[in-house]
């Protein structure tokens, strides 16, 4: 693929003149990923090209501008909303860090009451909830 390179110089005052600078250039590909130095974020890294796998490494891998989005090697984390320790299991996010009011474990079986969770203490024989 073939490109151009167009610069117009306009001088300003009595006398101005214009011209037009036209140079065809061949797009490279520095670190051969596949991908040019037009559309390719890092063209020093074969590791980043636009749909690279995003990994866990603070590098924006697929070019999409946000560093460590849907990384491939993340973890689940999960949306602790009663903040007892205890995620619930149908509220994931895949990241490198867990998200603010997530946590790890993705076991809470009511995520609304923090007095239900695995490990709970159950010391009321008539209460009806586990």
Do not use: I
Not at 13 to 19: E, I, L, N, S, Y
Not at 30 to 56: H, I, R
Not at 58 to 82: F, I, K, Q, R, T
Request: with cysteine; glycine share 10%; net charge negative.
């Amino acid at each position: 693929m073939r490109a151009r390179l167009v610069v117009v110089v306009v001088g300003l005052g009595t006398g101005a003149c214009t011209k037009e600078v036209v140079q065809e250039y061949e797009p490279r590909d520095y670190d051969d990923d596949g991908f040019s130095e037009l559309v390719d974020c890092d063209d020093g890294d074969a590791t980043v090209y636009p749909g690279a796998d995003e990994v866990c490494d603070e590098v924006d891998n697929d070019c999409d501008y946000v560093v460590d989005d849907d990384p491939v090697d993340g973890s689940g984390w999960y949306l602790d909303a009663d903040e007892d320790g205890y995620g619930d299991p149908h509220e994931a996010v895949v990241a490198c860090a867990a998200p603010e009011g997530h946590v790890a474990a993705g076991t809470d079986c009511d995520d609304a009451d923090d007095a239900f969770h695995p490990g709970a203490v159950e010391d009321d024989c008539t209460d009806p909830h586990d």
